[in-house]
């Protein structure tokens, strides 16, 4: 058995591990490099794998940097089955086109501004590739248990996102876990993550492995928020994930405005077709979430929907007016890369009435991460706009386990690990984590590089 890290091994994006067991070759997760420029270049490199080689993919969950490369291994040449829980592709069937066509519409837009550094800018992959890679989803049975050529896989419900588990391998006498990414306790949407098989050998992700969840609570930090932003004439934008975190700030909003925290004739706008079908999955798969199905119907009730482009930049345009009445937008995408947020942060970010709140984490090098920092400039369409606007961070809203959390999963496992490879995390966050696996548990750990492959 052997194990090439091809992502997510030095950053906490892009997750991407190669199980090599004999002639058999399967890909643990596929997703996008975000951030930094030097990682999303990676995005263009080749797998450092042949694609056309690639038994199956082992998907653990729907987002992007878990999943959004799927559509460029297609493109490779790789045209086996990728398995995953069926909430899982109903997700992707949403982000995975609608990545493909963002990068599309970035591409049109370079090419007419001009602003590209090649001689036609191109995207990753466009529509047609996202449509055909998910042909190729097959949807796991319910105990998610299957073989593949003598090898046993299992995939244990991970909390975190709907569809997200973890994955467990097991060819002969050797055995791997994936952690995938693992959902924190007590999560506003999702129940605590289920405990897996036991394994020789432990990958686990580290995106919070050096911090701890403030222990504010998250609804009434949002209901400051929004009484003293409203109060001074200002609107509150949210960028937001799509999936996931837009459903946790429909439910609070829906909670605040049912306390009489938030009055009913202040506006919320749902600015993120992706978000609004999202939604929709959401309440089909209820089953799996913490709350009751009546709350789930109602994340939605009096949220207006901004479906159009025009529709954005004119409701953008009309929130920065002197006089406008206040609102509140919710928008993709969650760390200002990209989607329609830029529209709202082009007009609000320049006034100081208006209230800018991240809600999660920011992947170092993305617009979030620089503004939740403090910049008080930022590029957007090739020009630079100030930012006045007040810049929050609602780290209450995670889907992540925290450090304890994730040192908590790692304790519940059946026996120890003989080795724990940490990965998808930032380095200091990775390395703080290694620490104390090392430390507190006396496991065999390491933090591996970029590219590295293991004999198990």
Request: proline content about 6%.
């Amino acid at each position: 058995m052997k194990l090439t890290f091809l992502g997510a091994a030095d950053t906490v994006t892009g997750s991407r591990h190669l199980l090599t067991l004999g002639e058999q070759r399967l890909l643990l997760d596929a997703g996008l490099f975000q951030g930094y420029k030097t990682l999303r270049e990676r995005n263009w490199m080749a797998l450092g794998s042949p694609a056309t080689q690639l038994d199956a993919v082992l998907l653990s969950h729907a987002h992007l940097d878990h999943c959004g490369y799927l559509p460029a291994l297609h493109r490779q040449g790789f045209k086996g089955p990728i398995y995953a829980t069926s909430a899982t592709r109903d997700l992707c069937d949403v982000l995975l086109c609608d990545s493909a066509h963002l990068q599309e519409e970035d591409a049109r837009r370079a090419n007419r501004d001009g602003s590209s550094r090649h001689d036609k800018a191109r995207p990753l992959y466009g529509v047609r590739e996202a449509e055909a890679t998910l042909k190729q989803f097959v949807a796991l049975p319910r105990d998610g248990r299957l073989t593949l050529g003598g090898t046993e896989i299992r995939f244990t419900p991970g909390g975190h996102l709907l569809g997200a588990t973890s994955i467990h391998v097991r060819r002969g006498e050797q055995s791997l876990l994936f952690s995938g990414d693992i959902g924190r306790v007590g999560d506003l949407l999702m129940p605590t993550p289920q405990v897996p098989p036991a394994a020789d050998v432990v990958l686990i992700e580290s995106t919070y492995g050096n911090r701890l969840h403030p222990p504010e609570d998250a609804q009434a930090r949002l209901a400051q928020i929004l009484r003293t932003t409203l109060k001074r004439g200002g609107s509150v934008l949210l960028p937001s994930f799509a999936v996931g975190r837009a459903q946790a700030l429909l439910m609070l909003l829906q909670r605040l405005r049912n306390a009489g925290e938030l009055p009913l004739d202040v506006p919320i706008w749902l600015d993120s077709p992706m978000a609004e079908l999202a939604t929709e999955l959401t309440v089909k798969h209820a089953r799996l979430l913490r709350i009751s199905a009546s709350e789930a119907l109602g994340l939605t009730d009096r949220v207006r929907y901004v479906t159009k482009q025009a529709q954005s930049l004119k409701l953008a345009a009309s929130l920065a007016q002197p006089r406008a009445k206040p609102g509140i937008v919710i928008s993709a995408s969650g760390m200002a890369t990209g989607g329609r947020v830029l529209n709202y942060i082009e007009t609000l970010a320049p006034q100081p009435r208006h209230h800018i709140v991240f809600p999660g984490f920011q992947v170092g090098g993305t617009r979030g991460a620089r503004m939740v920092a403090g910049e008080r400039e930022i590029k957007l369409h090739g020009r630079w706009i100030p930012v006045n606007a007040e810049i929050s961070h609602l780290d209450g809203l995670s889907g992540h386990a925290d450090a304890d959390g994730l040192m908590q999963w790692l304790r519940a496992l059946p026996r120890p690990p003989s080795q724990v490879y940490v990965v998808h995390g930032e380095p200091a966050a990775a390395d703080a984590l290694r620490g104390r696996i090392q430390d507190e548990l006396g496991l065999a750990v390491r933090v591996p590089q970029h590219g590295e492959t293991v004999e198990l």
